[in-house]
């Protein structure tokens, strides 16, 4: 009785215990009780096999206990991520299903959130993978705090979590919860003594309603949240049957990029500079188009983004370089050229070396190349930028900044970086005569820049009387159709031989 219990309640050591010892210690009385050295001999062998029994079940009971908690923890492992201590991608996946199951079987509706921060991959650029984490930990537990206990939240990768919601969801009531979680992230993060903002956006499918399917509503979500991000941070967006044609083009036009460069379907516009001393053109920016075969022109609004996260900007931008460069070389030679920069590009290590190679190819004088770069690239990875600023510099490639006044506009920037010229928002620019504050920014930015010794272009100009108050205050450069449309190669030589300033004055 004692070996047929120690072995059946081995997987339970205090049930294994409980059942043998109460047999065990009666057994041992039982024989204590009766006179005789056979019996003395019998409590011996009992004790001992009692022993040996006891140590053998408790030691298969621990090793067993032991796997048990390894598979527990194993499993629990899989279904959690490491970092933030959120069910992963493979419990997200599971949840999904069964509130699948349930919506089919039993007519219960769900709502589906993406949830992202837009500028993850720009933290983790500047401030490196242990901020980053810690930012993610952080993003993690103000989801917490900014969801309801029936909400099952999962990260999905990078800045991606997802949030399946069971519980109140018309469309009002989920819209006002992912305003509380794009509210709770609207505080700057505290990371190792340094303030960091998020942008996030937040897309939103229901089921039934966009599918009942995995797959597809997944599909739905992701459509939303790209629409979302379009918007800016802070967007908050449901799916409509209008995002599948939305989807659908952007799915073709993704296809279609891949093979616009080898068919010969991009080309670059050019829009001239004018110097407001001479009347005379003085350069030209590079402007990439894109004739697609059946959809006609497509915006660089369009499918530059497009290019940007598919890595395709890199052999464009490329393109672009080469392509700018031996045209300036067959301009007069005191035109310049100018060719934009994106974020992505100058996150690439061989952007340097493929501008010295572009430069070489034309025999092109390194002064009349200009890279314009925005804001936003300063803001992603401020060091590396001043970095490879520096190294243009010292081939003499000039350096200008776009936009100016759209974004951050920090001083830092003009203090710190290597900057030729300035380029003022056309924003400013249009408004000047009829706002005061806006001719007031335009007027200080032009004194100032000149006291740092930067030019400064005007974008935007459009009327003689905008062209003549840029002038009194000492811009050097306008840019706008006053100046000159964007044109074909063709169309530049007899645009820079003449001076325009008496055309422009009448």
């Not at 700057?188 to 939103?204: K, M, N, Q, T, V």
């Not at 995995?214 to 979302?228: E, G, I, S």
């Not at 599948?244 to 991009?266: C, F, I, P, T, Y």
């Not at 840029?470 to 169309?491: F, H, N, T």
Request: with cysteine; charged share 25%.
């Amino acid at each position: 009785m004692i070996a047929g219990g120690a072995a059946s309640f081995y997987t339970i050591p205090i049930a294994a215990v409980a059942y043998t010892l109460p047999i065990f210690v009666g057994s041992m009385l039982a024989i204590a009780w009766v006179e005789g050295a056979i019996n003395l001999l019998v409590a011996i062998l009992i004790v001992s096999y009692a022993i040996t029994l006891f140590r053998a079940v408790l030691a298969h009971a621990v090793e067993f206990t032991r796997r048990f908690i390894l598979q527990a923890e194993s499993e629990n492992a899989i279904r959690r991520d490491v970092l933030t201590s959120l069910p992963n991608r493979f419990s997200f996946n599971e949840r999904l299903e069964n509130a699948l199951v349930d919506a089919k079987q039993f007519d219960q509706h769900f709502a589906l959130l993406l949830f992202d921060l837009n500028n993850f991959a720009e933290v983790n650029d500047r401030f490196g993978r242990a901020m980053a984490d810690a930012l993610l930990v952080e993003v993690a537990a103000r989801l917490r705090r900014s969801t309801r206990e029936s909400d099952g939240i999962a990260r999905l990768e990078g800045g991606e979590f997802a949030i399946i919601a069971t519980r109140d969801i018309r469309p009002d009531q989920i819209r006002s919860l992912a305003k509380q979680i794009i509210e709770a992230m609207r505080a700057p993060f505290l990371i190792e003594g340094r303030e960091i903002y998020c942008r996030a956006s937040i897309g939103i499918a229901l089921a039934p309603t966009d599918g009942l399917d995995a797959n597809q509503l997944l599909r739905c979500v992701d459509t939303a949240l790209h629409r979302a991000k379009t918007l800016g941070a802070g967007s908050i967006q449901f799916f409509s049957p209008s995002d599948d044609e939305a989807a659908a083009r952007r799915h073709a036009l993704e296809r279609d990029l891949a093979s616009a460069l080898a068919n010969d379907q991009l080309w670059l516009a050019f829009q001239p500079f004018l110097d407001l001393g001479s009347d005379r053109i003085r350069g030209f920016e590079a402007l990439l188009r894109w004739q697609h075969p059946t959809l006609g022109q497509i915006p660089p609004t369009e499918f530059i983004p497009i290019a940007e996260e598919t890595d395709l900007i890199h052999s464009i931008g490329h393109w672009v370089v080469k392509t700018a460069c031996l045209a300036a070389a067959r301009w007069p030679r005191d035109l310049r050229v100018s060719v934009n920069l994106s974020v992505v590009q100058l996150r690439n290590k061989a952007l340097l070396d493929g501008i010295v190679v572009a430069l070489a190819e034309a025999g092109l004088d390194p002064r009349r190349l200009e890279v314009e770069i925005t804001e936003t690239v300063l803001i992603s990875n401020f060091e590396e930028t001043i970095s490879l600023l520096q190294s243009l510099i010292s081939l003499s490639v000039t350096v200008a900044l776009d936009d100016f006044g759209t974004g951050y506009s920090s001083l830092t920037y003009l203090r710190k970086l290597p900057l030729s010229r300035l380029k003022i928002d056309r924003s400013f620019v249009q408004d000047m005569l009829t706002d005061a504050d806006c001719a007031a920014i335009v007027r200080s930015l032009v004194e100032l820049a000149h006291e740092l010794r930067i030019e400064v272009t005007a974008e935007g100009v459009e009327t003689p009387e905008q062209l003549d108050y840029l002038r009194c205050v000492r811009c050097d450069e306008a840019q706008g159709y006053l100046i000159g449309k964007p044109v074909r190669i063709s169309e530049i030589p007899g645009i820079a031989a003449e001076p325009v300033g008496q055309e422009l004055d009448t």
